[in-house]
């Protein structure tokens, strides 16, 4: 043990004096918060500003869908009204295949068989990866039929106005719910970020001392087991004092006068538990990705080997990043359920099920037993490969060559 605590006494003293730690302490949680509130804040403030025509009989729905895309919350369009006809149709086709055109796309707009009918509606676009036009156009024309509709069943303007108002729900009981999300959307990209980088730290600190040919003087006093577990102790313990300073930073931040967006209705948007729990799924997670890493640098003898390896790292992170939007509609789902119980996507998954809905003990208790299996099978397995590996140079290792590696132990 002994051996153990000075390998990773080593490691974490050579990573917090650098001035790549401290850049990155600081650097990292403020781009991480400019991308994602700066990717907010566009989504929300952002128009649509696409050039469209719309091709009608009816001239008041035209105008009113004009008016709705021209001056909307969500759009801000030009907007050409044309009477229908074989020349338009051919005129509109010509601009859409013109390099020199502006035109995104036109709406067509048919008549239903009877007036209570709905219209027929077709859009042709320029492109048809254009999304943002084309829901642009489908909620503008919803409002305007809903407005005709409701108009010809002898309701006034002021009436519609104030139906179709919308509704403010006050959250000041539990706090503000977006707020809330974006605390623990950050939360999530933040544990993504730190596991990536101190697990893939863990394989270069490797690389560097095969390559070095250090590790040959080391074994001459210590057993590679050791060495192993030490340098995932303290690569570990570095992640763990630079979230330890982000965390108490933040409540610094928060608890300074200096930051009321911290507390939403008098509720902080990151509670205790949410602290907690967010340390003890990266320890988790930092013991998974690091005993893999740590195998991959000692089956690689550089960093464009170890780059070519990398994948055994990034699929489950990714994976992870995919599910992280049908989890956000349904946290309670199956599927949400079934995903954050994947010992890979657990400390990911589960820590953000948690901010995000009440998760049963018995599933939290399940994961964190799941994780603690999965720990012990991977450190087995990388300490077998560590032990033959940190000592092999040249070629990269075949699978049958690992396999035999797994044998002498």
């Not at 179709?164 to 809330?180: E, L």
Request: some cysteine.
């Amino acid at each position: 043990m002994h051996n153990v605590l000075l390998i990773a006494r080593r490691e974490y003293f050579e990573r917090v004096r650098t001035k790549g730690f401290l850049l990155a302490t600081v650097l990292i949680p403020l781009v991480m918060g400019t991308l994602i509130f700066g990717s907010m804040l566009l989504m929300v403030t952002s128009k649509t500003q696409s050039h469209v025509a719309i091709v009608t009989t009816n001239n008041s729905l035209g105008t009113e869908m004009k008016q709705q895309l021209e001056g909307g919350q969500q759009a801000q369009m030009k907007v050409d009204l044309l009477a229908p006809s074989d020349a338009v149709r051919s005129q509109l086709e010509a601009q859409l295949h013109a390099k020199d055109s502006t035109l995104a796309g036109y709406l067509w707009v048919t008549p239903g068989e009877t007036p209570e009918a709905r219209p027929n509606v077709a859009y042709s676009a320029r492109s048809a990866g254009d999304i943002a036009t084309a829901n642009a156009l489908q909620d503008a024309l919803r409002a305007v039929l809903m407005r005709e509709r409701l108009t010809a069943h002898g309701l006034t303007t002021g009436d519609i106005d104030q139906l179709t108002a919308p509704v403010k729900i006050d959250t000041s009981a539990s706090g503000d719910s977006g707020a809330a999300f974006l605390a623990a959307y950050m939360l999530f990209f933040l544990m993504y970020m730190v596991i990536m980088l101190y697990g893939m730290n863990t394989a270069r600190s490797i690389i560097d001392e095969k390559t070095s040919r250090i590790f040959e003087v080391l074994l001459a006093t210590i057993q590679p087991e050791q060495l192993l577990a030490g340098k995932i102790l303290g690569v570990g313990a570095v992640g763990l004092t630079q979230i330890s300073v982000w965390m108490l930073a933040a409540f610094a931040f928060a608890g300074s006068g200096l930051a009321p967006g911290m507390m939403s209705h008098g509720h902080p948007l990151i509670s205790l538990a949410q602290i907690g729990f967010f340390i003890l799924y990266f320890l988790f997670g930092f013991l998974i990705y690091s005993s893999i890493a740590a195998a991959l640098g000692a089956m690689t003898n550089s960093e464009q080997e170890l780059q070519q390896l990398n994948m055994f790292l990034v699929i489950p992170l990714v994976f992870c990043m995919v599910m992280i939007f049908p989890i956000m509609r349904a946290p309670d789902s199956t599927l949400a359920r079934v995903a954050s119980l994947i010992p890979f996507c657990s400390p990911l998954l589960m820590n953000f099920r948690i901010s995000l809905t009440h998760v049963p003990a018995w599933e939290i208790w399940l994961s964190i037993g799941l994780m603690t299996a999965t720990i012990a099978a991977i450190l087995s397995f990388s300490a077998r490969v560590y032990r033959v590996g940190i000592l092999m140079y040249g070629k990269k290792p075949s699978l049958p060559e690992i396999v035999r590696w797994m044998r002498y132990s």
